[in-house]
């Protein structure tokens, strides 16, 4: 540890203790300080009882990377705390560059999670087994044009396009939009599947088309899977064939 403490960057998987992996347990036993969002800290307060907890609200991540570097520095070993995979939109991208940019030798550990796309996609079956993109739809730190343009190049090269955030109470059209464009490459009897709350409390699924699936609710706990040319709906499951002779 370089005489400088330790930072994990710890993903929690979609939310119920069942899918937090083992590894990320045990790591929050060794820390003696976690910094999260503080949603994510309050899926965890049983494993917190002697821990010295640093929480704040939406759009700290950087605070809470400084946060986690500067108790680090003393010595101390720091559990940075993610949602779903923390190398997947979550904090590892942005405590890695934190501590690049202040020439930090720390040492930091990233420890994997389950994401909402593999969450999402067990749920409706087995959605994601060729070839697939993950796109978030949030703008608030990717420009909209670009989102677009992935958009574009993910419904042109045919691939099951799993879809992050895709509706706020501030940002009602995108999901329209993003349809609208998969439409010029897809069929409109492409197999969707919505889920909202993977894994969580009030999970719940809707198998559609990529025509009919604005009728359905979605908002910022929901994940849209569309399929490519090849995915099928049977048995109530929503299945991408990755091509086996059966």
Known sequence: MNGNGKIYVIGLGPGNRQHTTPAAIEAIGQSGVIVGYNTYIELIEDLLTDKKV???????????????????????????????????YGMAGIMNEVLMKKGSNIEIEIVPGITAANAAASILGAPIMHDYVTISLSDLLTDWKLIKKRLHCGGEGDFVICIYNPKSKGRQDHIKEARDILLKYKRKDTPVGIVRNAKREKEGYILTTLEHMLDYEIDMVTVVIVGNSHTYIANNRMITPRGYRL
């Open 54 to 88: 640093v929480f704040s609200g939406m759009r700290k991540e950087v605070d809470r990377c400084t946060q986690a570097f500067n108790y680090a520095s003393q010595g101390e070993i720091v559990s940075l705390i993610s949602s779903g995979d923390a190398g997947v």
